[in-house]
């Protein structure tokens, strides 16, 4: 059975940095891609970052662009994002989430990715 488990969540103050770790079991990592996506209150959950199967390729919304950076650690098994320079406006609860197939080219719709974290909260104060 296919598992993430998202930490690292907080409350922090707007211009501050955070770090969230994705922990993945159950399917082979190294071959699938991952994505983090967001979702604020009252709000429809957005795409935010996404990393493909190898790490070579990332794919990031406007909004964070310049901000954020995911990364992986295939070893591991853990997907990175790395929150600077944080605006009140991101905050939400932030899901990861892995692809359906495996080597494929990453995207932003949520329809190519079929498992899903518990999501964890970020809080950024103004």
């Known amino acids: 059975q296919v598992q993430l488990v998202e930490s690292g969540g907080g409350l922090v103050q707007a211009g501050g940095s955070l770090r969230l770790a994705c922990l993945a079991s159950g399917r082979t990592f190294r071959m699938y891609g991952l994505a983090w996506f967001r979702q604020a209150p009252g709000k429809e959950r957005e795409f935010v970052t996404a990393?493909?199967?190898?790490?070579?390729?990332?794919v990031y919304a406007d909004s964070v662009k310049g901000r954020f950076t995911i990364s992986r650690d295939n070893p591991k098994n853990t997907v990175y994002l790395q929150m600077n320079s944080l605006k009140p406006e991101d905050t939400a609860v932030y899901y990861c989430a892995v692809q359906r197939q495996p080597f494929r080219t990453i995207y932003s719709d949520p329809v190519e990715y079929d498992y899903w974290g518990q999501g964890t909260q970020v809080t950024v104060s103004s």
């Open positions: 990393i493909n199967w190898s790490g070579g390729s990332t």
